[in-house]
Every structure is written in structure tokens, then in C-alpha cells.
């Protein structure tokens, strides 16, 4: 019933910068916690990065942190993972999700209630 859409896929090549969109038509995303899950061939899917409903907190993995960005606007109900210096391995299937708590320190399916469908982000070497 919630929709959460996910866009800005693309084919990018290694070191170059590449932002994902998030946006949830009848949902109201300043509302929850919200992040970004990717899965790529051969692993598990993996929580990178979300951001508090105050907009002042926000987690990053450690294979993504320093490169990642995670922010919101809130006139727009969108959430943005700004990503730079992408390296192959960045590869997956990247998916938006919503949720109600923050932990701070990690980002687990079991902070999730609501998930988009996905979009390709692919990096060339």
C-alpha cells in the first residue's frame, strides 16, 4: 500500500559521483526515518546509510562512509544518496526504505517497514 520510488540509476564509471532520489507519493517521508539498502551479486543485502526524522543523525557503513551522502528535502518529500568516488564494487541493486527508530550505530532489515522496488546502479572500472 505504501509506495516508496526510487530513481537516478545509471551506468557510471569509477570515481565518478552518481545521486539517487527517493520520493513516496501518499507518504510523508519527513514522517520516519529513512535509508538505503543495496544488494549486490553474491551478497547479502546490506544497510548503508539512513537519516533521523530531525535531519541532525545519520549512519553510515563503513564501506561507504566518507563517500556517501545521505540528506533530505523536505519540500519535495525526497530523500537524496548523494554518491561519489564510486568504485566497482559499489555495484547492486539500491533500494529505499522507510522506517520508525534510528539506532545510530548500524542499519538492519529489522528498522525497516516499508521498501521500494530498486534501481540498478552500476560502476565500470
Known amino acids: 500500500q505504501v509506495q516508496l520510488v526510487e530513481s537516478g540509476g545509471s551506468l557510471v564509471q569509477s570515481g565518478g559521483s552518481l545521486r539517487l532520489s527517493c520520493t513516496a507519493p501518499?507518504?510523508?517521508?519527513?514522517?520516519?526515518?529513512v535509508g538505503w539498502f543495496r544488494k549486490a551479486p553474491g551478497q547479502e543485502r546490506q544497510g548503508i546509510s539512513c537519516?533521523?526524522?530531525?535531519?541532525?543523525?545519520?549512519y553510515y557503513a563503513d564501506s561507504v562512509k566518507g563517500r556517501f551522502t545521505i540528506f533530505r528535502d523536505n519540500t519535495k518529500n525526497t530523500v537524496y544518496l548523494q554518491m561519489n568516488s564510486l568504485k566497482p564494487d559499489d555495484t547492486a541493486v539500491y533500494y529505499c526504505?522507510?522506517?520508525?527508530?534510528?539506532?545510530?550505530?548500524?542499519?538492519?532489515?529489522?528498522?525497516?517497514?516499508?521498501w521500494g522496488r530498486g534501481t540498478q546502479v552500476t560502476v565500470s572500472s
Open positions: 526504505t522507510a522506517g520508525k527508530f534510528f539506532a545510530g550505530g548500524y542499519y538492519a532489515e529489522n528498522l525497516v517497514d516499508y
Open positions: 501518499g507518504f510523508t517521508l519527513e514522517d520516519y526515518v
Open positions: 537519516i533521523s526524522r530531525t535531519d541532525d543523525n545519520t
